[in-house]
């Protein structure tokens, strides 16, 4: 079983894609939004409910999508080529550290969406089961990412594990034995169950419990956007509310505007719940609190337990970066009102589901 067009974070090509309405259009405010993968991939399906239940032009703004891989998306969004991305913070922090201006306008994913699976039955369930397996990564810089989750969880990187670099292929290899461990992330592996993958999965956030991929601008470009960057962030909102209240119909929507991803509904579903948990925390009695809160805000408590991280994994070595220097509140939006928040409610209400996919599960 392979899903050609799975979500991918750090292999990219070179597309863009703008879909902004037509009506008004010249109005709309341009935010280019770099992806380190492919654009038809469904785990990028709030930008994609924003674009088509339209919260992006109610906003003001007319997004275009653009794929650039890690960390040259940061240096697009540093040099004025893009305006925003989101990678992961380890990532982010290697190229603060040489000098890049870039700065963290946003939260996104809330929780260590990272984690670890293998299949049930193989005896590698804890932590410490993961000591001389190996371990699947798409793509060489996924290390770097993976280190603080298992120096937090007392394995040694050099000397427990060996990683094995097997690009698109390494979930097949899992699941074949022909690789021990995956190292993965809650919307892939809740789309590789619902794929019929037979994984278990070990939770990065349950030992290192910090944020992953924040929203991130250039340090001059949010400077003087902080109100369209504003407006950009709180159309976002009201697509991660829409994708909470219906995961269904935010999986349905980017597969009717991708028909030629290949994935069975369960997995797309399965995807559209993962998100919702990155984008909202595990604690599903808090999630719609987190509405009225606000969605963004990240603490120097939060930061300084990333910084840590990035330091003791050796991913940077610079111990005097610090909070400030890594994020800015000045462009988070207020939180949804109630009103943005019923006029959502009456788009799920209203929806109707139109892709392939779900056709075909019916």
């Known amino acids: 079983m392979k899903l050609?067009?799975?979500?991918s974070l750090f292999v990219a090509s070179a597309m863009t894609l703008s879909m902004a309405g037509t009506a008004g259009a010249e109005d709309l405010q341009k935010v280019i939004v770099a992806v380190p993968h492919d654009l038809e991939c469904i785990d990028d399906m709030a930008i994609y409910v924003g674009i088509q239940q339209g919260y992006f032009e109610e906003a003001g703004v007319d997004v275009e999508l653009i794929t650039a891989a890690n960390p040259t998306d940061l240096q697009m969004v540093a040099t004025g080529q893009a305006d925003i991305c989101c990678p992961s913070p380890n990532v982010y922090l290697g190229?603060?550290?040489?000098g890049v201006e870039c700065t963290t306008v946003s939260a996104y994913d809330a929780i260590n969406i990272f984690g670890f699976s293998a299949l049930n039955g193989s005896g590698?369930?804890?932590?410490?089961d993961l000591?001389?397996?190996?371990?699947?990564?798409?793509?060489a810089a996924w290390e770097t990412i993976a280190l603080p989750t298992l120096l937090a969880a007392?394995?040694?990187?050099?000397?427990?594990?060996?990683?094995?670099?097997s690009g698109d292929s390494r979930y097949q290899m899992v699941a074949e034995g022909q690789i021990d461990v995956l190292f993965t992330w809650v919307s892939e592996?809740?789309?590789?169950?619902g794929m019929g993958y037979d994984f278990n999965y070990i939770d990065g956030n349950e030992i290192l419990a910090t944020f992953a991929n924040p929203w991130i601008a250039g340090t001059n470009y949010y400077e003087e956007n902080k109100d369209k960057l504003q407006s950009f962030l709180y159309a976002m909102q009201k697509s991660i509310y829409f994708m909470y209240n219906s995961p269904e119909a935010a999986a349905d929507t980017v597969l009717t505007v991708f028909p030629g991803i290949e994935i069975t509904w369960e997995g797309a579903v399965g995807c559209a719940e993962g998100r919702v948990a990155q984008a909202l925390g595990n604690d599903e009695s808090a999630r719609e609190g987190k509405f009225t809160e606000g969605l963004g805000n990240l603490t120097a408590e939060q930061w300084k337990d990333v910084i840590d991280g990035a330091l003791a994994a050796g991913v940077i070595t610079d111990d005097t970066i610090t909070y400030e220097q890594c994020f800015t509140d000045t462009c988070l939006p207020q939180p949804l009102s109630?009103?943005?928040?019923?006029?959502?409610?009456?788009?799920?209400?209203?929806?109707e589901f139109t892709s392939e996919v779900y056709a075909n599960a019916q």
Not at 95 to 98: I, K, R
Not at 131 to 139: C, H, M, N
Not at 189 to 193: D, E, G, M, P, S
């Open 4 to 7: 050609k067009k799975m979500a």
């Open 95 to 98: 190229q603060v550290e040489a």
């Open 124 to 128: 590698i369930e804890t932590w410490e």
């Open 131 to 139: 000591k001389g397996k190996t371990i699947a990564l798409g793509d």
């Open 154 to 165: 007392g394995i040694d990187p050099k000397n427990d594990v060996e990683f094995v670099v």
């Open 189 to 193: 592996y809740k789309q590789l169950v």
């Open 338 to 351: 109630e009103e943005d928040k019923a006029d959502v409610m009456a788009d799920i209400e209203a929806y």
